[in-house]
């Protein structure tokens, strides 16, 4: 009862599964998952990622959860509670929280200007991109300072409106509208999509075997992409969904909980390649210029923008181009505010601890001004393209005298993105499998699962198995691929 009154509570299991699984679908489904799977053998990178999925994913989700609903406390709170030792772990989740955050924040903005943008482009023409092309537009686009901001700056306070509402009358109110809305919209994209002359080019380049990817370009290369993009895309390794579960009611059933949200962040991932991919290779193979597979990560912006506004054209063009870019929004709203409240939980809790009432309203805001802050030289510096006439710091060289390592991350979002899905999350996914499965043994997870009335744990060999010893080996490989991507140490 306590825990109710004070921190929050969600209100049912359904509303708790929509957050979860609205927190795992993100950018990371729409626009990481096609361009990596199709670069990384199509069909044969599909069955490495549920592999993943299987013995990481499943075993790592129900670790978290179980652990958040146990201590009943945020990240920080959470490890502190199960070991003094272990306690700075749930600092680097905290701080990822802060790091992913900021930049999340301004790929989200991205987001909205381009929603708005086919949105106006529907009643007056170029009213939305300035009659840009879409590589030009790009282009003014992220260099333009101030845009970037003003974005990034309502795509935060949006979050913190949402976070503000609390567990129940925020999070899960918002996104039990927000997640039946995306699967509908993701439904009328891919209708679309898949029935475009051309289509089936873009189903092939997804889903046919290419098990010569292997040794193209490296079974290892392929196994730590996959697994990267598993953890980012199930929201894993950072307490996320430690803070998640940690509202959850001792009724509900944990093991069926973990099951579900992985389950369907990787339903929602291929949807997202047959909404993508199969307009991208319609186009190409109708020989609409500047559409191509290997945009890698200028998919989301640089191709489709081309897909909508130059391959469908016109009215129905902006209006897919709207449809598009407003559930990728809603998508990624859905997951920023999960990571605001690793961040806010913790303010929270301590206040609790103390006897005293948080105010989850000061609270939210204050931290979410925070993080617009370690936002603004992300909004600013263009991806590396340096807007502020090419006064950006180099942090790497200024701060680590690292020369040749400053080709690896020569913008602010790489280095956010080094520290927090490099270095932090890794680690602290890999602590936490040694702390439950080595220091504290697992069938502490065990007891959670079954302190439910009348639930029994039904995968524990499997899972304990999967924890003690798959689960670590998988963070290694995220924590070197990442490491080697990063600094090009060549290992992969
Ligand atoms: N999973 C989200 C995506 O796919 C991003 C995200 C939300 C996340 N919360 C997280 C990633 C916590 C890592 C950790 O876009």
Redesign the pocket.
Known sequence: MNNENNRGQWASNLGFLMAAVG???????IW?FPYKMGANGGFAFLIVYLVLVIFVGFATMLGELALGRKTGLGVIGTYRMLNKKFAWVGWLGFL??FF?LSF?SVLGGYTLRYAIGFLMELFSEGAGFGGMGSGEFFGSFIINGGANLLFHGIFMALTIVIVMGGIASGIEKFTKIAMPALLVMLVIVIIRSVTLEGASTGIAFMFAPNFSAFSEIGFMKVLKTAAGQM????????G?MITYGSYLSKQENLEKNALIIPIA?TIFALMAGLAVMPAVGAFMSQGVEGISFGAGPGLLFVTLHQVFSVGMGGFIGNLFGFVFYFLVFI??IT??I??LE?CTAFFIDSKVQKGQVANRKKITIIVGLVIFLIGIPVGLDGLGSGVAGGATIDIPAVVFGMDEVRVAFDCWLDFYDMIS?GVF?PLGAILMSVLIGWVLKTNIVKEEVEASDGIKMKAYAFWDFCFKFIVPIGILFVLLGQLDDFFGLGIF
């Open positions: 927190s795992a679908v993100g950018l990371g489904n990481g990822s929280g992913i999340y953890f980012f895309s199930l929201s894993l390794g950072m996320c962040d998508a990624a997951s920023s999960s990571l690793v899905e999350m």
